[in-house]
């Protein structure tokens, strides 16, 4: 450092180290005075930060504590979440993200990212450039229409980019000044919202159709023009313009969507690890979704493709996936399907009982996106478990409160036997004398690690195949004893280690696909390796 002005060092968060800076820091920075005597390491102030969260109940003033502290000093916020993500990931993520979001308007302290309303469609590219970083490689963007399993938060699913965007950080490295969580604010329908006098956003209702794709292509192309290098992850739209905004932008510019891509890759991930924990390939299985919306068209579709690879027919591997939607079962004689549902319409007799098409179709898996809280019911377990040795439940949905069932019910009405993932993070259970520890199937197992990858190999565009991969990298890690404690996902605690090294692979991909921006280098792991951010105090 070299400013000699200490009060905006001071209250700058990236260069910040309150009391750890160091006498000759002081002097040199003129720092003097503007601090207390005791020069402190950054794990006292890490023991500082823990005294201070424990005594806050609430896990929303937890949240608010800790993005204050982000804003204060960043790098101890980044320390106080790598060296704990168990603890400290379902507060600053889901499922406490949720209720921030809920909330935003009434929390709100401190803005944070960048906010384009439709309104200034025609000047995004100059407010982007109002941005205090000039080389930006990652935004979270969201339009807040389906803020997990929440709905429509409108401006106030703002905390959604915010949250992802940190992980990037705090489990995989990327370094946070490359990050740009962004709002796209083109209105909203919660009415609830639209009457709160604190709500902060555009009041009025969504715009639709040629104006609202106008204001995406607007951003979109802005964006790539300010920034060349950046990468767009789409997070929490909803479902009728997810799948047409990545489609659109695919083969354009280095793009994906977590919703669709990350959850398909985690899901895929776990169902092949679950398959190495049962013992039955995948090959022999048959998955049955419930709920149709664009996280299951995803996981679908990674499924085929995956099984693909393992040699089965496309139109053999269509037949082993099921889906089930609010109207019932997807067979081919409904009218209401889209062209991406008709793919995984079966010809069969309808029906409007899930646990009845669990007794007629025999799946090994059941995968819940529907965020509906509750809808594996003991009778749904219970059949999965009538049929299967080990039957695989995953409960997708978030946050908790939306989650298809809890950990507790999968493993008590299975006796034991469910091999459970859920989207949020359940609390250990014992069931006669033995503790499961659930698996937490998110997709922060991989859209950190794909920035990771992205970020070292300057990528220009992600493929399907870059996330299959990374899935495969994911299922991999997970050993034999997490297999007895009833984990198919790697612990939550190394999510770092598990991160690069899907990073790793990931980025191997990306160079044998010719779509990396830099030349090959001999030792990949090495480049990746050398990108990585540490949360502490540079000299
Ligand atoms: O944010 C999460 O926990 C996972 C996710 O993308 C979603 O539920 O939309
Ligand atoms: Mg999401």
Redesign the pocket.
């Known amino acids: 450092m070299e400013t000699n002005d200490g009060f905006i060092v001071l209250h700058d968060p990236r260069k910040n180290r309150g009391t750890a800076f160091t006498e000759e820091e002081r002097g040199l920075l003129g720092l003097k005075g503007l601090l207390p005597e005791a020069v402190e390491s950054i794990d006292l102030q890490v023991e500082r930060v823990h005294e201070q969260i424990g005594k806050l109940e609430k896990p929303i003033n937890k949240y608010v504590y800790l993005l204050q502290l982000m804003e204060t000093n960043e790098t101890l916020f980044y320390k106080v979440l790598m060296d704990d993500p168990v603890s400290y990931m379902p507060l600053v993520?889901?499922p406490t993200v949720g209720e921030a979001c809920q909330t935003f308007g009434h929390i709100f302290r401190r803005p944070r990212g960048i906010y384009l309303s439709i309104k200034e469609k025609d000047n995004i590219r100059a407010i982007l450039q109002n941005w205090q970083e000039k080389d930006v490689r990652f935004t979270v963007v969201t339009d807040g229409e389906r803020i997990?399993?929440l709905g429509d938060l409108g401006i106030c699913g703002m905390g959604?980019p915010i949250g992802?965007l940190s992980l990037y950080t705090a489990c995989a490295g990327v370094p946070p000044e490359y990050t740009l969580p962004i709002m796209l604010d083109a209105g909203t329908n919660n009415q609830e919202f639209l009457n709160d006098s604190l709500y902060p956003g555009l009041r009025q209702e969504r715009a639709r159709g040629e104006e609202y794709d106008a204001f995406i292509a607007a951003f979109v192309e802005a964006i790539t023009e300010v920034f060349p290098k950046i990468c767009i992850q789409w997070?929490?739209f909803a479902g009728i313009n997810a799948l047409r905004i990545l489609n659109t932008f695919r083969d354009k510019v280095c793009t994906f969507n977590?919703?669709i891509q990350?959850?398909a890759a985690v899901a895929t991930g776990g169902l092949l690890a679950a398959s190495r924990y049962s013992g039955k390939p995948l090959t022999h299985q048959k998955f049955l979704f419930l709920g149709a919306g664009a996280a299951a068209i995803g996981i679908a579709d990674m499924l085929v493709q995956r099984l693909q690879k393992e040699a089965l027919a496309a139109e053999v591997a269509y037949e082993r996936i099921y889906m089930f939607d609010n109207k019932g079962l997807l067979v081919t004689s409904r009218s209401d399907l889209t062209a991406y549902n008709q793919k995984f319409a079966h010809d069969q007799e309808p029906s409007d009982s899930f646990v009845d098409t669990i007794k007629n179709i025999r799946p090994t898996a059941i995968i819940g996106v529907s965020t509906i809280a509750g809808a594996f019911t003991r009778e749904v377990i219970e059949a999965m478990s009538a049929i299967n040795e080990r039957p695989v439940i995953f409960p997708y949905?978030?946050?908790t409160s939306h989650s298809e069932c809890t950990a507790d019910e999968a493993y008590n009405w299975s006796k034991g036997k469910a091999i459970f993932a859920s989207?949020?993070p359940f609390p250990p259970v014992i069931y006669n004398g033995k503790t499961f520890i659930p698996g937490q199937g998110?997709?922060?197992y991989i859209f950190p690690a794909i920035g990771l990858a992205v970020f070292a190999t300057e990528a220009r565009r992600l493929t399907n195949e870059m996330f299959l991969t990374a899935s495969e990298a994911l299922a991999k890690q997970v050993k034999a004893e997490d297999f007895e404690q009833g984990l198919i996902y790697p612990p939550l605690s190394n999510i770092f280690e598990v991160s690069v090294n899907i990073a790793v692979e990931v980025a191997t991909r990306i160079f044998d696909s010719d779509l990396a921006g830099i030349d090959r280098p001999l030792d990949i792991e090495a480049l990746v390796k050398s990108k990585i951010y540490r949360a502490k105090y540079e000299q």
């Open positions: 993520y889901t997990l399993g959604i992802k997070e929490d977590d919703d990350g959850t949905s978030n946050p989207g949020s998110n997709n922060v």
